[in-house]
Nanobody
């Protein structure tokens, strides 16, 4: 079992940056899991953002964030990051990290964090 704790959300102006973190709770581990980021905009369904393999060698992004967001991980710290640059109001959402298989579908992830709010104002 993996428990995930997200942090780093907040309020930012359009064009700004935020870095989200997702850490495994003490006593749990991200070992061998691909890690995904998803988001749920207000009034919409949750959608895929990015994913990264256990090794960190491969990653994959939604078209809407490609070139602006970067996913990375530090396995020594049991932590995954989502660096978000050039933020737009459309990026406003609750962001979730998840542990599972290297894929873009929610069904491929077994463990989820509680979510962190990101609000981008123009």
């Amino acid at each position: 079992q993996v428990q995930l704790v997200e942090s780093g959300g907040g309020l930012v102006q359009a064009g700004g940056s935020l870095r989200l973190s997702c850490a495994a709770a003490p006593g749990t581990s991200l070992k061998d899991y691909a890690m995904g980021w998803f988001r749920q905009p207000p009034g919409k369904e949750r959608e895929f953002v990015a994913t990264i393999t256990w090794t960190g060698y491969n990653s994959y992004y939604a078209d809407s964030v490609k070139g602006r967001f970067t996913v990375a991980r530090d396995n020594a710290k049991n932590t995954v990051y989502l660096q978000m640059n050039s933020l737009e109001p459309e990026d406003t959402a609750v962001y979730y990290c998840a542990a599972g298989t290297f894929a873009s579908f929610e069904r491929d992830y077994d463990y989820w964090g509680q979510g962190t709010q990101v609000t981008v104002v123009s």
